[in-house]
């Protein structure tokens, strides 16, 4: 048979189709983009109500908020075109009219109170949030939310991505779960692929917002900064971010690789288990603050990735106390404040010490973010030199959680985006009122007070007036350290085009305007 010239013939065609398929697909996928992302993406990622790293709205793109924010965190309309309070506990949305779902359903109001009632069951800081009491579908495109209590920042609470994202009730089986969120936003879901948790999304022709430049998108999980920059000068990705510090001055320009960095809402601090000795003692935490040198950390360590940080906010926030004072490096003041808290070297050794005890503290951190082990190491050595011996464990970030829950840790090391939700009460409740959902035990009856007026307070400048007292209190009692305001580091081949940076996302955003050109 394949002697036959019919049948040499048949190959042949066969050949030429194979061929052409394959070149279509290579075609197709030229407008894909790769993207290497510094976190795992697992399949509870999907559910944008148990979601809070950004994935689903910021890197994926595939669901949205009612509220966005401008660059200067003042908020700006996306699926809620205005909003208004009608009276202390009632704030009204007007929806955006022709969104659709990526199943071609419209957004409604049902829509929406349905996504804010399912967010705020299913995920425990959503309730503190929004305070809400009820929510009511006054047409089609207006709901009305009533809360508990006065909620001045409730409109900003919802640009909270991703729990606060709108989804289609279909997105949800008959168990409650979901593993095909159905959103609104530039790109759709596509597939997820629990061997490899590499998660693939497509264009989103009919989005409202206008022309999606990408057909489509592969975000791969890859955890491990050296392999994310390897994977970029391979080709195996077209767009990544953190690569190694050390690297970035030897890789841009390398292979068709671009790297830039990107001030973003992000702060590195240092963190203490306030219910252990000896950092219950706030004069220890000062000299830890005056023991450590930010400015030759950035210099030498970051290879000048980020910026001294002062207090927890950048000072180019409208809510920031710009009255804040920095702790530099003073190693005579750092002795002499462990000497106050009883802390001195009795026994010549180098290391200070109390009732026989030398202070051997441990430092947590992780290594998906590359600034934050040779941080960790760098503070360890500074550190030596006033009498504390830190030993530097890097562990993955599930351990660090799980080394808190059952308080065996002294100290960690890792970052925070302070604007998630664009308004000081975001940080400032969780991290310093007492029983706050990051605190680590720190109780100040003062400071309580004053977020608990902030709260009720409708006036602004007040608002802000309390806010600025709070971040002022802080600052001297040092419940956390403020290391450095961070910087993105994105790296990605030239052919990658139309690329704008949002500093207020969580990690970044790829926006629809990003194109391929090769």
């Not at 790769?34 to 790293?53: H, K, M, R, W, Y």
């Not at 050390?246 to 841009?252: A, K, V």
């Not at 360890?380 to 504390?388: D, P, S, V």
């Amino acid at each position: 048979m394949t002697d036959s010239p019919w049948a040499a013939l048949l190959l042949a065609f066969i050949a030429v189709l194979v061929l052409a398929g394959t070149t279509a697909g290579a075609e197709k996928s030229d407008n894909i983009l790769v993207l290497g992302d510094l976190f795992d993406i697992t399949a509870s990622s999907l559910d944008p109500a148990q979601e809070s790293g950004g994935l689903l709205a910021d890197k994926a793109q595939i669901v949205e908020t009612l509220v966005g924010v401008n660059p200067d965190m003042s908020l700006a309309p996306k699926l809620a075109v205005s909003w208004s309070q009608i009276d202390d506990l009632t704030w009204e949305f007007k929806l955006r009219d022709g969104v659709l779902f990526h199943d071609g359903s419209k957004m409604t109001a049902d829509d929406v109170k349905f996504s804010l009632e399912r967010a705020n069951e299913k995920n425990s800081r959503v309730p503190t949030l929004l305070k809400m009491d009820s929510i009511e579908v006054v047409d089609p495109l207006t709901i009305r939310i009533k809360t508990k209590e006065p909620n001045y920042i409730l409109p900003a609470a919802l640009h909270f991505a991703a729990p606060m994202a709108i989804i289609s009730p279909k997105s949800v089986d008959s168990k409650g779960d979901i593993d095909r969120p159905i959103g609104t936003g530039p790109f759709m879901f596509e597939s997820y692929d629990e061997a490899t948790h590499v998660l693939t999304v497509k264009k989103n022709s009919n989005w409202w917002g206008g022309e999606v430049k990408l057909d489509g998108i592969v975000l791969k999980p890859i955890t491990d900064p050296n392999t994310r920059a390897l994977s970029l000068e391979n080709g195996e990705v077209d767009f990544t971010v953190d690569v190694p510090y050390s690297e970035i001055d030897g890789l841009n320009g390398k292979n068709g690789i671009t790297i830039d960095k990107f001030e973003n809402s992000r702060l590195i601090y240092l963190y203490f288990n306030l219910l252990k000795k000896p950092f219950d003692d706030a004069r220890v935490r000062k000299a830890i603050a005056y023991g450590m040198d930010r400015a030759e950390i950035v210099k030498y360590v970051l290879f000048d990735v980020g910026t001294p940080a002062v207090g927890i906010y950048r000072p180019d926030f409208y809510w920031t106390n710009q009255d804040l004072v920095a702790y530099e490096k003073d190693a005579d003041k750092a002795k002499e404040l462990l000497a106050e808290a009883g802390w001195t070297d009795t026994d010549s050794d180098g290391i200070v010490d109390k009732d026989g005890k030398p202070l051997e503290i441990s430092l947590l951190t992780f290594p998906n973010r590359p600034c934050l082990p040779p941080m960790a190491e760098a503070l360890a050595g500074q550190l030596k030199e006033i009498g504390i011996k830190v030993n530097v464990e890097v562990v993955e970030s599930g351990v660090v959680s799980e080394r808190q829950k059952t308080g065996d840790w002294d100290t960690a090391l890792s970052a925070v985006s302070v604007a998630m939700v664009p308004d000081p009460s975001y940080i400032l409740d969780s991290y310093f009122k007492t029983n706050g959902s990051n605190n680590r035990g720190y109780s100040n009856a003062q400071v309580d007070q004053l977020l608990s007026e902030a709260s009720v307070t409708a006036d602004e400048k007040e608002r802000l007036t309390r806010y600025q007292k709070v971040q002022e209190i802080v600052q001297d009692e040092l419940p956390i350290i403020p290391m450095t305001y961070y910087e993105m580091v994105v790296a990605k081949k030239d052919y990658v085009k139309g690329y704008i940076f949002d500093q207020t996302s969580h990690d970044y955003t790829l926006t629809p305007e990003t194109y391929i050109e090769r």
